[in-house]
């Protein structure tokens, strides 16, 4: 296990990968698509306030950035409207079926089952991004999923208290943005 500070490493690598993301998205070569950049933002903050009530400590730090940057990028991403992905009916229904698991992870009295469907309607929301990374890898960037892996990865490292609350969020968010940088190079990655 490693020092609990070590965890600070992590806001410098989620700043330089949104660095990278935000400026994409100004040149427009992202186009991040908003229903999965919403959802990301809104999940992780609720997962940090229940991860924190089940006793977690700096380990939240990589969910707390996994929510502030969304946050960012939909503050850029609406001021500079030409780099919006076009929303189509299957980012709805992703997005409502994000949004409501979100609602019964907020009204369930058990912490496992709120964490676990705070990661659902995270991974819901991933879906749209999913698809367009595999359609069209052009119009995303991985400089903002490759600190995700290296930040969860830290977070995990310093874990005392082995239960699923805990870790659980650090893990899926190691296979989600495994799964985007997967989709986005898969054309390399299979030669």
Do not use: H
Not at 58 to 64: A, K, R
Not at 151 to 180: E, H, Q, R
């Amino acid at each position: 296990m490693l020092p609990a500070n070590i965890i600070y490493i992590t806001i410098f690598s989620t700043l330089v990968g949104y660095v990278f993301y935000l400026k994409n998205i100004f040149y427009g070569q992202t186009r991040p698509n908003l229903v999965s950049w919403f959802i990301w933002m809104l999940a992780p903050f609720i997962g940090v306030f229940f991860q924190l009530k089940a006793g977690a400590g700096l380990s939240v730090l990589p969910v707390f950035l996994a929510g502030f940057g969304p946050l960012v990028v939909i503050i850029v991403s609406v001021f500079r409207k030409s780099s919006i992905w076009k929303i189509n009916s299957l980012d709805i229904f992703c997005g409502a079926l994000a949004l409501a698991a979100l609602i019964f992870y907020v009204l369930t009295r058990n912490l496992g089952i709120s964490i676990f469907f705070a990661i659902l309607s995270d991974g819901l929301a991933a879906v749209p991004t999913l698809i367009k990374s595999w359609k069209f890898p052009e119009t995303e960037t991985a400089a903002v999923y490759l600190p995700g892996i290296f930040n969860n990865i830290l977070g995990l490292l310093i874990i005392k208290n082995w239960i699923f609350p805990i870790y659980s969020f650090g893990i899926y968010f190691i296979l989600v943005n495994t799964a985007i940088i997967f989709c986005l190079y898969r054309k390399k990655f299979l030669k």
